[in-house]
Structure formats: C-alpha cells, structure tokens
C-alpha cells in the first residue's frame, strides 16, 4: 500500500488530479442539462470581486451517483461514508474491450479485498472526457462485471466516462445492481495519466442535502 | 504530525467533515445569489433516474476564494496546487475576540512552519453557519491579522464563516493583503466538533474551468 508522508523534508508525495474541468466544454450525457457560466459580479464591469453564477446538473463531468440516483429513500450523496470515499484504491486497466464483463475482471489481476476499484479503459486513451460532444460508444460495464464488483467486496468502483453502463442498457441494470447493492459509483474520471497499480483515493463530493449525485473533485494521492 | 494509516486493520483513521450541506437553509452573503435544486429527473414522475439541477453562486457554502476572487489576471480555482489544498495543517481556537489580528495569533500558539491555518472562532459555537440567516456580526480577521498570516508563510488560511474579512470593511484589506499575496481562502468551515491541533486537511474544490472560487468539500482527517 502506498504511504502519505507527514514529516516535513521526508519522502515525496505526488497528488494526481482524476477531475475534468467544468465549462462549457464538459461533455454531458443526452438530455443532461447543459453547465452554464453566469458572470454575478466583475471587477471589470467596476464591482469590488469577481462572483461567477454556476449552474449545471448533478450528474454532469466527474461526479459520483449514490444508491438515491436509482432507488427512492436509499443514500443520498450527503450520506455516503467518507470513510468509503477516501482510502486506499486499486487501478486497473482493461483495453480492448467494448463491455468488461466477468471474465475480464477475471483477468485483470485486481487483488483481493480492493474496496475502492476504478476501472481504466480505452475511453482514456481516446481522451473521451476531453472532448465536448457525447460519444455514445464507450467502454461500459456489463451487468455480469457489475455483479462480479458487487460479489468482490467493492464498495466504490469508478469509469474513465459518463455513464457505468453502456448508452443502449434501457434496463439500466449495471446501475440497478451496483447501488441497489448500496456501492456508489464514480463516472466521468480522468485516468489518462494514471497507471495501475494502488493509490489513495480522496473522491470528494458537493455535499448536497439530500442530493441524487453530486459532482466530485477526486484526486489520488501516491508515494513517489 | 498525524499519519494515516493504510495498513489493513491496523490503527484508526477518523475523517472530519468540516463542510456545510448545500440547500435552501445554507446561509449565503448579502447579494449572492440564491441556492437552488430543481428537479431535472424523478422517478416519482416516472423518468429512470433522478437527476437535480443545481445553481448556486461560486462563494457560496463552504467555499474558496483564489487570488482572482480580487485580482484580475491572477490564479483562478482551477490553478491552485494541489499540493497546497492537500497537507498537514493546523486548527487554532480563537476565542472572546470580534476581530483576529496580530496579538490574537502571536498568543495562539501555533506552531512554526504551519502552511495550513484554520480559525476555529466563537463563529462555531455560535453555530453561524447553521442558521439561515446571514449575521454580519461574525468573528473575522483584521488586515493585520492578514499580514501576520502572510508573515509566518501561512499559505492557506480558513475561517469558520462565510467571509474572512469584517462585513464592514469596505476597503476589503484583509482580502486584498492575503489574495495579493498568493494565499488561498476557505471561509464557511463548520469547525464545531475540531478540537484545535494538527490533522491533515484535504480541501477539494469543484474544478470549474478559470472559475474566481469555487465550493469546497474539505475534510481534515486524524488518528484516533
């Protein structure tokens, strides 16, 4: 595991930032509604500072979805434990592949007892959360992988897109199972320039009252 | 200093929500704009998901000031360093005081070489941020309190209600020597249950593209 030194002038720590910026270049999934940049004061225009008038959905870039985004009167985005929000994570990458499924976590060496699992896919590597429009073919989690997450003891998995699951799921059921199991899910992370390997996740989210989702600024921390 | 401890079942880690809920009892500064989250998706209305539009202003709640709050041209939120926002920081009491300034911090106790300061004032037992209503009679910094900070290379400075600065400073020189300065802000802490002393801070704000400040989720995490 990897370790945060304290003590001044010892060791080095290096903070990786896994959030997309947001503006009016974010992507959004379809139907979203769209993130708006409102100035609310300007020192330009005269004004004593600079106030900016943010609007934008709940689920939109890096953001988290508590068990509330699918299931009325589970978590809300204020509930979630910090303790399962920050703590030791395991990166895995999965390439050439469209839906990672069961066999592919199989395979992707993951040790075991990995609460924290967030999942690095070619959508990094296509730099998918860098472009403005919506990419309806991303790598996605299938409901067996969903399952496989669940059935291992992962409390938080995260996905280098928008969305777990795939954009033609109408049933949903990759997300059904992953917060009906009470995990929270972490989708829209920037991975590209992190390898596999074990990190400190600090994922932290708006705290809305009693909100669906809440978008996050995530970092992993790593001993270097 | 504290150390996490990321082995497996040994030690105890306790991590401090010290961020306020956003929603319509957030209390917010004169003429900011309101807080709001309207419904975007429900499925009590028959949609798959639930889905908040929020809009909210970017010095509400718990929040940070960058340097571009005040000073065009300078470090927007997106471009403060991590590595300043993440770190061991320190919490000192300060209280029976209306106005921190320079004798109050010399007589603090606080230790040298601390780059992270946070103000616990009678703010917190007054439990300010918990009401609604805006109170202009919050405990604040003077602008030599400011300097002192800037002196001691404090590097990021919190305070335990919605501004930093006296509601009355119309000069704004307490904003003005500390974001001058290149230090950042937290104001809007809920300290009430942080006992003064060391802990690791992670101060993790919306990564808004260019924004003049931004909500923050801040968390100060400490062994038990």
Redesign the interface.
């Known amino acids: 595991?990897?370790?945060?030194n304290?003590?001044?002038g010892v060791g080095v720590t290096k903070?990786h930032?896994i959030?997309?910026?947001?503006?009016?270049?974010t992507p959004l999934w379809p139907d979203?509604?769209d993130i708006s940049?409102e100035p609310?004061s300007r020192?330009?225009n005269g004004d004593?500072?600079?106030?900016?008038?943010?609007?934008?959905?709940?689920?939109s870039?890096?953001h988290i979805d508590p068990p509330?985004?699918?299931?009325?009167g589970t978590a809300t985005v204020?509930r979630i434990e910090?303790?399962l929000l920050?703590?030791?994570a395991f990166v895995a990458e999965i390439n050439a592949v469209e839906r990672i499924g069961r066999e592919h976590l199989d395979a992707a060496k993951i040790p075991p007892?990995v609460r924290r699992l967030l999942l690095k896919t070619s959508n990094s590597s296509k730099e998918l959360m860098s472009r403005p429009d919506f990419d309806a073919n991303f790598v996605s989690l299938s409901p067996s992988g969903a399952r496989w997450i669940v059935d291992h003891g992962v409390q938080v998995v995260g996905i280098d897109y928008l969305s777990v699951e795939a954009h033609s799921d109408l049933n949903?059921d990759t997300?059904r199972v992953l917060l009906g199991n009470r995990l929270s899910v972490l989708e829209g992370l920037d991975l590209r320039s992190i390898d596999t390997g074990h990190y400190?996740l600090?994922a932290?989210?708006?705290?809305?009252?009693?909100?669906?989702?809440a978008?996050v600024?995530?970092?992993l921390?790593e001993n270097i």
Chains 1, 2 share one sequence.
């Open positions: 595991m990897p370790r945060m304290h003590s001044k903070i930032d959030t997309i910026p947001i503006g009016p270049s979203d509604p940049l609310a020192i330009a004593v500072s600079n106030v900016t008038l943010l609007t934008m959905g709940t689920h870039g890096t509330a985004h699918f299931f009325d204020d910090l303790s920050c703590g030791p007892g949903h997300h400190l600090f932290l989210p708006l705290k809305i009252a009693r909100g669906d989702g978008p600024r995530a970092v921390v």
